[in-house]
């Protein structure tokens, strides 16, 4: 991910059609959708969005600015890479004759990843990390012949600023 | 109390203190018409439900109260989807309500179904697909709430006919729960003290005013801010009312079809004050060459405004009203401090060469020939009141109307700005006179937009609202005939409508109106005073203009505003000095 995309974390209300309104915006403003995650929150009033945008056509602050109208959205934080937590998940059935089956499944290991299905000559495996490294093996597992490929695209979180603790802890 | 969800709907807007609602019936709204009649709003039947959108816009734009419309599903909530889209680009206050197929039959292409939700999401602030009865009065006191706080706009409920049916316990909330919905209305203090220093160090300052400066009440802050400061004013196509044409100050309005003096202090100018305005490409023209060495103050209540075309060197999110009171008083302690403007004599000069040099103009009709618009426009509006409400649809009589009008009070211009909507002014004079029945409300209309919604006069009578309709008759789809004579080397494509067919008289006359007519300058007079005179019902004159009037000055599309096209006959003066 270069300097053209950037990461917005879009917290709104849990209504019905929100994501809808998210994407029309999207369409009729002209700005672009790298990757899109939705699910509820821990609260259920509110469902977090998270939003990798293309910035290279639209200035970031035009976007935020035009999804803070939408009457539903009730938070935006932009999450710089540097100062967040991010993952994606990929799922993926590849081919994997007895001949080559061994070398996938060193390549899963590696990466930490699992195998959740086994057929006679295929895999299916997961992989959760951060988005670089689910690239990393896209490539690497796609040599083998990819049948199925899915990815959810990112979530993040703001990355924990470690202070040192103002009061004395409690302990009980 | 036990209500029906209609019953629910219609006491939430009595609620709302709505006095009067625009639409037509259907199958799926039934049920919500049926407590109308026992309702103490007034329900003003159209004939066309685009018509019913256009009528609340124009009351809206008269009273700065949300304009109601009611409609039922499918073909009718398309229908109105033209209206919605217009109030979205002019920031009207609108309510829109619109009878579903029962809650149980959407999605499976039910007789007059339509996503009436789906269809207008991008042309509403929000809109409502109740599911509940019980939800419809927090629904109804949300929805005027967000259309008419922060940048007003329209918003729309669709509302199920089994819904309207269900039974509900009665309430009405105290406040609306909305926490993605906090419109800020103060400005930056910092800001606006920064903005003050701006308006004091200019040399060539202008103030933009826009619509928003007449969203936010703002018409006597703005005269008190630009007389404090000796700043001239250039009104906008949204904003004409907003700053009196008559005041000194006054440069009238800017941008493609704008006079000279505007377009061309703006593009001198080295500080521009925009307040409720966009930077709107009719007014920007080409917008790398626009106004090149001007810094900008942004003033807008919609914060996706300041930065979205040009760069804001102060820019401020507010309401304009409450932030030019404060800019007000900032510059006022800037004064007191003993801080003066800088000597703006020589712009001040300038600016009264170009007035004197390229005043609006035209070369008048000999006797006999075809009227001139302008001239009409002149005599029209040398008729009637000053408080006059004159609404125009849009084209070639829009841009003459807006220059030759003289506009001293705010609210005294309605027009369709953004979206450029052919066919607003019949049913949005309408709708004005329902919110003003005190003054005299006069549609300037062009015969292709006459032709669009002309049925609403039937309207007019029949709910005895008394508006005067000018139609400037040239037989053509004017503007595209003049761009067609400009650009296409004269090749005229579709755009010949005849004076004659259809007949406007006999058609005013059918439709229960009294029809006039003059073909040469020496009707013009008699025929008005004779409209004027009449206050039972509808009045509709054909002025049979020539066809060959073109408007301006003109900006070419996409070129910078320096390349100002002046008439012809004004031609040349450009080496007098002073540009």
Known sequence: ?????????????????????????????????????????????????TVVVDVEATPLEQITKQLFKLVNVVKISELEPAASVERELLLCTVRADPAVRGQVIELVQIFEGRILAVGTDVLTVSLEGHPGKVDDFEELIRTYGIVDLQRTGRVALPKLVRRPPTKALRVS | MKLTGAQALIKSLEMEGVEVMFGLPGGAILPVYDPIIDSSIRHVLVRHEQGAGHMAEGYAHVTGRPGVAMVTSGPAATNIVTPLADAYMDSIPLVVITGQVPYSSIGSDAFQEADTTGITMSVTKHNWLVTKAADIPEIVKEAFHIASTGRPGPV??????????????????????????????????????????????ARRPVIYAGGGILKARAAETLRELAELTGIHVVTTLMARGAFPDDHPLCLGMPGMHGNYTAVTAMQEADLLVALGSRFDDRVTGKVDGFAPEAKIVHVDIDPAELGKVRRADVPIVGDCRLVIEELVQAVRALMSGGVQPPDRSPWDATIRGWQERYPLAYEPSAEGNALKPQMVLEHLRDSTPDDTIVVSGVGQHQMWASQYWRFNHPYTWVNSGGLGTMGFAVPAAIGAKVGRPDRMVWAVDGDGCFQMTAQELVTATAERIPIKVAILNNAYLGMVRQWQEMFYDERYSEVYLSPDLPDYVKWAEAMGCVGLRAETPEDIQPVIDKANAINDRPVVIDFRTDSQEKVYPMVPAGQSNDAIVVPPFQEGRHGEGGH
């Open chain 2, 156 to 201: 729309l409920i669709d509302v199920p006919k089994d819904v309207s049916n269900q039974m509900m316990d009665w309430y009405w909330p105290e406040s609306v729960d909305l926490p993605g919905y906090k419109p800020s209305s103060k400005g930056h203090p910092r800001m606006i003290k920064e903005a003050a220093r701006y308006l004091l160090e």
């Open chain 1, 1 to 49: 991910m270069g300097g053209k995309q950037h990461i917005l974390s879009v917290l709104v209300e849990n209504k019905a059609g929100v994501l809808a309104r998210v994407a029309s915006l999207f369409a009729r403003r002209g700005f672009n959708i790298y990757s899109l995650a939705v699910a509820p929150t821990d609260d259920e009033r509110f469902s977090r969005i």
